[in-house]
């Protein structure tokens, strides 16, 4: 089965820093990694699809990058409303999200 | 506009049988896939299994394997998650999502608000 390693699990950043937070899969997966970001109390949004593709609607200081099986979201200024949980997922063999990160404003 | 509307929340007892629904609209039901997953209270998310509508195609998570089944009713544009034998473990919110792309698996695009599902003794 395929691992994915997210991390930090909790970040604590201020308004206007860049945040990154990582996920690092167990064998290859190609681009096949989503991120979602869940609010509190709310279904699950699709942030990036694909690695690096951006969603629907979604601001543009939002990126995904990959290098090899490590993959990346920064959120380049942080903004109040992007206080949530985050999480990877791989879907090129099945689905299996990371464990979340928790990202909270300092 | 695409829409995932589930049923409501549920309170359940060991043992009870239980069918949570997932109505959709907006969109060709048959051309994407809708998957299902789990969320225990405070914890990550967790995928439950996956369908097809077009042709009842369905994987499962290995660990939910022969405790849930996924359906869907073409007529009703509608999908379906069921236990027939619920445990206490199983309580959790379970949200149906439907695929990014037409005919092919992959990023979950559109979400359901949730089914809360109880079950205590």
């Known amino acids: 089965d395929i691992q994915m390693t997210q991390s930090p699990s909790s970040l604590s950043a201020s308004v206007g820093d860049r945040v990154t937070i990582t996920c690092q899969a167990s064998?290859?997966?190609?681009?096949?990694l989503n991120w979602y970001q869940q609010r509190p109390g709310k279904a699950p949004k699709l942030l990036i699809h694909?690695?690096?593709n951006l969603g629907s609607g979604v601001p543009s200081r939002f990126s995904g990058s990959r290098s090899g099986t490590h993959f990346t979201l920064t959120i380049s200024s942080l903004q109040p409303e992007d206080i949530a949980t985050y999480f990877c997922?791989?879907?090129?063999?099945?689905?299996?999200f990371g464990q979340g990160t928790k990202l909270e404003i300092k | 506009e695409v829409q995932l509307v589930q049923s409501g929340a549920e309170v359940k007892k060991p043992g009870d049988s239980l069918k949570i629904s997932c109505r959709t609209s907006?969109?060709?039901?048959?051309?994407?896939?809708i998957g299902w997953v789990r969320q225990e209270p405070g914890k990550g998310l967790e995928w439950v299994g996956i369908?097809?509508?077009?042709?009842?195609?369905?994987t499962y998570n290995p660990s939910f394997q022969g405790h849930v089944t996924v359906s869907a009713d073409k007529s009703i544009s509608t999908a379906y998650l069921q236990w027939s034998s619920l445990h206490i473990s199983d309580t959790a919110i379970y949200y149906c999502?439907?695929?990014?792309?037409?005919?092919?698996?992959?990023?979950?695009?559109?979400w359901g608000q949730g089914t809360l599902v109880t079950v205590s003794s």
């Open positions: 064998q290859d997966i190609r681009n096949y």
């Open positions: 369908i097809y509508p077009g042709d009842s195609e369905t």
């Open positions: 907006g969109y060709t039901f048959t051309n994407y896939w």
């Open positions: 997922q791989e879907y090129d063999h099945k689905y299996t």
């Open positions: 694909d690695a690096s």
């Open positions: 999502a439907k695929g990014l792309h037409d005919y092919v698996w992959g990023p979950l695009a559109d």
